[in-house]
């Protein structure tokens, strides 16, 4: 952090992982008192603004991401990552969460920076994410001593392709909760203020997803996508369940205290049956081409794509029998291909049951990752000020 006359500069990457774009900076480069640190982050970002206008964020849940590095707290670890879901609305960073795809923008930084040695054919980076307390581990490409940039492995929701990152969470079951399945059930009923019931499946494998199925509603799997950016009976039903259903998880404890553009956990997912459908660039995506559809919430409004944690917690429920994925798409193969807004996202997890619960033995899914800018982020000297807190 350094003083730039009325203004201070802190030194910040913006960078693409998979299908979110955020800010990579050091905590080293921050006040280490966290509510000043929060507000130094959250002026970056130009938040509370929809617009974020004043700011590096980009206005969406999407682009409105934060990833804190630094030296490893864990010896088996080559860095540490702390990732911030920085709120449109309202003051307030959510920690409480993780990214996947921000983990594979880590990843390249950590290579990129120096923070461990590059190998052929590939290089292992080890984060340690404090959010979750448990670690992922991203392959890194490697030619000739130098990172490899240029492949052939693309992901929908971004054009082009690039070289394959590859993530795999390391004993991903029970991130957040302790359990795979928080209520200990494959299925549990929700009763809305209105009286209205929906049967749902709680599982918590790198995030916690709550997951509905699009027939409560009558809505075609063809629809889907379309119903959740206009349907706003249907987007209010569902913070509603999402809500009700942290409480179960023994995630929310307090329904009055959170809401949608705030508080990132647990994520909500309404899943389908395969059908054709059009993607949101009028590409088709046939049936077989697919093994169920699914729609991501976050922040109150639909995922332009499928977050990776999101198709790891699915791919995970897919596997257990009796969750609603699970009673849509069963097999024995460890991986299942998820419809989506922008296309199809490959996700892969397997699962053994555990005493009273299923331990996930393998989470993994492919993604790409671009460094776009370096540069220095700049803040007003008053933003630190201990009086402001």
């Avoid at 390391?170 to 957040?176: K, P, R, S």
């Avoid at 599982?203 to 809505?219: A, H, K, P, R, Y």
């Avoid at 596997?319 to 994925?325: A, E, G, K, Q």
Wanted: proline share 4%; hydrophobic share 40%; with cysteine.
């Amino acid at each position: 952090m350094f003083d730039y006359g009325q203004t201070y500069q802190i030194r910040s990457t913006l960078i693409r992982g998979g299908t979110s774009k955020g800010l990579i900076i050091r905590t080293t480069d921050l006040p280490t008192e966290p509510k000043i640190r929060d507000r130094v982050l959250l002026r970056i970002f130009g938040s509370p603004d929809h617009n974020q206008i004043d700011g590096l964020g980009g206005g969406t849940s999407l682009t409105s991401k934060l990833a804190l590095v630094g030296p490893p707290s864990q010896p088996k670890a080559h860095i540490d990552y702390t990732f911030g879901q920085v709120s449109l609305n309202q003051e307030m960073i959510d920690y409480k969460v993780s990214c996947g795809n921000m983990a594979s923008a880590v990843g390249l930084y950590a290579a990129e920076e120096g923070f461990v040695t590059l190998t052929e054919p590939v290089t292992e980076v080890h984060i340690y994410n404090t959010n979750t307390g448990k670690r992922i581990v991203a392959e890194i490409p490697v030619r000739n001593g130098q990172i490899e940039y240029e492949g052939n492995f693309s992901i929908d929701g971004v054009p082009g392709s690039a070289s394959k990152i590859m993530l795999n969470f390391l004993d991903a079951g029970g991130t957040f909760t302790g359990k795979t399945l928080p209520t200990n059930h494959p299925i549990d009923r929700i009763t809305l203020d209105n009286g209205r019931q929906f049967q749902v499946s709680i599982v918590d494998s790198v995030n916690t997803l709550v997951f509905v199925q699009g027939s409560e509603w009558n809505i075609p799997g063809a629809q889907l996508h379309h119903q959740l950016e206009t349907n706003e009976e249907m987007l209010q039903d569902l913070e509603e369940i999402r809500l009700k259903a942290g409480m179960l998880a023994g995630i929310i404890h307090d329904k009055a205290s959170v809401s949608a553009g705030a508080n990132a956990l647990p994520k909500i997912a309404v899943i389908h049956g395969a059908e054709e459908f059009t993607t949101t660039t009028h590409r088709i995506i046939r049936q077989e081409e697919i093994d169920i559809i699914s729609a991501y919430i976050s922040m109150g409004r639909l995922h332009r794509a499928f977050a990776v944690s999101g198709a790891v917690a699915l791919a995970t429920a897919a596997h257990i029998p009796d969750t609603l994925p699970n009673r849509i798409f069963s097999t024995s193969k460890d991986g299942i291909r998820i419809g989506h807004p922008s296309g199809v996202i490959y996700a892969e997890a397997a699962v053994q049951h555990h005493d009273s619960d299923w331990s996930v033995k393998r989470a993994a899914i492919g993604r790409t990752a671009r460094r776009l800018m370096d540069g220095f982020a700049f803040v007003p000297t008053a933003t630190l000020s201990s009086s402001n807190v």
